[in-house]
């Protein structure tokens, strides 16, 4: 049975889960957000909070699973515009700690993936990605 209130309810959740992102509260952040998944899997907004998330937690692999899920369904959508840009942040930040091993952090920069990454499965997602963005410019161009 559909609740009237279903679209009121995703929003208050993702509020919720944006007041704990911005306190700093990432696991908690986290928790509610799969709880929020969990009934609206297909929530871009949801998804793309979800990657952030788990960049701050440095589990990079699932930020990029919840990135690609973004750039998959909603091909122009903002949410997969942010996420292409979000991917790309952790692919030149993959490309940059392989240059460089001195493990020097300047700033608040998001954390680097962690060690023991499948570069073959790295490159089949950049193509995809890079599929991804062209025809969503392509598609922004015929507009």
């Known amino acids: 049975m559909a609740h009237p209130c279903r679209a009121d309810d995703e929003d208050t959740q993702v509020k919720a889960i ?15 957000c799969k709880t929020l998944l969990a009934k609206h899997p297909k929530n871009l907004t949801a998804r793309y909070l979800l990657g952030n998330i788990c960049v701050k937690l440095n589990q990079i692999a699932e930020a990029e699973a919840a990135y690609h899920y ?6 122009d959508s903002s949410e997969a515009v942010q996420a292409y840009q979000a991917l790309e942040q952790i692919y030149e930040q993959r490309r940059m700690g392989i240059r460089s091993t001195n493990g020097s952090s300047n700033g608040p920069a998001p954390p680097r993936p962690t060690a023991g990454t499948n ?3 790295e490159e089949r997602v950049q193509e995809e990605t890079a599929r991804l963005q062209k025809d969503a410019k392509d598609k922004l161009e015929v507009k």
Request: net charge neutral; hydrophobic share 15%.
């Open 119 to 121: 570069h073959s499965s």
């Open 18 to 32: 944006l007041d704990q992102y911005y306190d700093d509260q990432f696991e908690t952040a986290k928790k509610q």
């Open 70 to 75: 973004c750039l998959r369904g909603g091909k």
